[in-house]
């Protein structure tokens, strides 16, 4: 069964506004991780943040956790039409084994 | 960088037909997943390995196996292709010990008709 789900699940911003996207979980994990999907291609990872961390950024990126509540955050700050993509949350679960579970996406778009 | 080359882009299959589907991975990565993906769904686990010859099954395993005798190849195998395996197939490998992410490969859209 999967794992997360992100919420919305379709986002439409103007050019220069934040976007924040967020990503709820079932069970315990090692660490959560974002990553984007133009049409048509391979999934391309944006950020990791282990379940010791609460707040991670990267370059317009920042991501926060917060295991108590099962939930993580992505926000990209001053949006471009180039952000415009499918973006899911990923846990990669506790106990051994290290299975990627995968959400089911959510779309953004960032009207120019 | 890390490249992970699916063998197809598209591939069209008749029913009934053993498929395989190919991974390369250049990074000495640990761990290879493979995935479907189809619209409304998002991505589901179909099987993941952890070593050479070390395989786990994800959500939906049913009517595929896999192979990784070698670190860098891992296959999907479609043993007898139904129309309900028409998908987009994606590929990936990450480090391992969770230390990194996952790098996919383009994907391969499978048609079984």
């Known amino acids: 069964s999967q794992q997360g789900e992100e919420d919305p699940q379709a986002l439409s911003i103007q050019e220069g506004e934040n976007a924040t996207m967020n990503c709820s979980y079932k069970?315990?994990?090692?660490?959560l991780q974002w990553y984007r999907q133009n049409s048509g291609r391979g999934l391309v990872h944006l950020i990791l943040?282990?379940?010791?961390?609460r707040e991670k950024h990267s370059g317009r990126l920042r991501v926060t956790l917060d295991t108590s509540k099962k939930s993580s955050s992505l926000l990209i700050t001053a949006s471009r039409a180039a952000d415009t993509a499918s973006y899911f949350c990923?846990?990669?679960?506790?106990?051994?084994?290290?299975?990627?579970?995968f959400g089911k996406g959510m779309k953004l778009t960032v009207n120019p | 960088d890390v490249k992970v080359t699916q063998s197809s882009r598209y591939l069209v299959k008749r029913t009934g037909e053993k498929v395989f589907l190919e991974c390369v991975q250049d990074?000495?990565?640990?761990?290879m997943f493979w995935y479907r993906q189809d619209p409304g769904l998002g991505l589901r686990l179909i099987y993941f390995?952890?070593?050479?010859?070390?395989?786990e099954k994800g959500d939906i395993p049913e009517g595929y196996s896999v192979s990784r005798e070698k670190k860098e190849r891992f296959s999907l195998i479609l043993e007898s292709a139904s129309t309900n395996q028409t998908s987009m197939y994606l590929c990936?490998?990450?480090?391992?010990?969770?230390?990194?992410?996952?790098?996919f490969g383009q994907g391969t859209r499978l048609t079984v008709v």
């Open positions: 990936a490998s990450s480090l391992g010990r969770g230390l990194s992410g996952a790098f």
């Open positions: 069970t315990s994990i090692n660490n």
């Open positions: 943040i282990r379940s010791n961390e």
């Open positions: 990923a846990t990669g679960l506790q106990g051994g084994s290290e299975k990627l579970v």
């Open positions: 990074m000495d990565h640990e761990n």
């Open positions: 390995s952890y070593d050479v010859k070390m395989k």
